[in-house]
């Protein structure tokens, strides 16, 4: 069974930083590109972040550019995102995704984790 | 970039009725790469449509999607009381976007 487990959120004071972590099992880990998504309080979904199976291609949206770094451990099947310079609007639940090719789509989601920026 | 904009906002229909969602993009795309995803409150979203028009595994049937270019639809044949949530369109490529949700709500 696909699992995706998220840790590493909570509060955090603006300008802070945090770092998310998603454990994976159950599929080849190493095989797939994986995603973060978030989505701020009573808001829609917004891609944040994606890397490539190796990690050798990453992906931002515009507005954590700078400040968030994905990054991946295949050998220990986790997948991170470093958020720095944080911002009120970073507010959100965080969900590790993983991609699918066959699918072109995201096909297995974690339960979220919640990041709140604010002093 | 391309924008994907959902119509309508928020859908209010009774069981058994017929639910057609819209997802519009601002520029043409491959419908190979247009999928929906369902969400309901509290949980993560759940991929229903992949490739405009392929339902993913374990989806009833009264789900499909069709379209092509820029105009694109969910429908959902007839409501049942675990369908009424958000639906969300997305384009897949090497960056991901996600349209601005259609609520549908029971009337």
């Known amino acids: 069974e696909v699992q995706l487990v998220e840790s590493g959120g909570g509060l955090v004071q603006p300008g802070g930083s945090l770092r998310l972590s998603c454990a994976a099992s159950?599929?080849?880990?190493?095989?797939?590109?994986m995603s973060w998504v978030r989505q701020a309080p009573g808001k829609g979904l917004e891609w944040v972040a994606n890397?490539?199976?190796?990690?050798?291609?990453?992906y931002y949206v515009d507005s954590v550019k700078g400040r968030f770094t994905i990054s991946r451990d295949n050998a220990k099947k986790l997948l991170y995102l470093q958020m720095n310079s944080l911002r009120a609007e970073d507010t959100a639940v965080y969900y590790c995704?993983?991609?699918?090719?066959?699918?072109?789509?995201?096909?297995?989601w974690g339960q979220g984790t919640l990041v709140t920026v604010s002093s | 970039e391309i924008v994907l904009t959902q119509s309508p906002g928020t859908l209010s229909l009774s069981p058994g009725e017929r639910a057609t969602l819209s997802c519009r993009a601002s520029?043409?795309?491959?419908?190979?790469?247009l999928a929906w995803y369902q969400q309901k409150p509290g949980r993560a979203p759940r991929l229903l449509i992949y490739?405009?028009?392929t339902r993913a595994t374990g989806i009833p049937d009264r789900f499909s999607g069709s379209g092509s270019g820029t105009d694109f639809t969910l429908t959902i044949s007839r409501l049942e009381p675990e369908d009424f949530a958000v639906y969300y369109c997305?384009?897949?490529?090497?960056?991901?976007?996600f349209g601005g949700g259609t609520k549908v709500e029971i009337k």
């Open positions: 995704a993983r991609e699918n090719g066959a699918v072109a789509g995201i096909d297995y």
């Open positions: 890397i490539k199976q190796d990690g050798s291609e990453k």
């Open positions: 490739g405009a028009s």
């Open positions: 520029q043409s795309v491959s419908s190979s790469y």
């Open positions: 159950g599929f080849t880990f190493s095989s797939y590109w």
């Open positions: 997305q384009l897949y490529g090497n960056s991901l976007t």
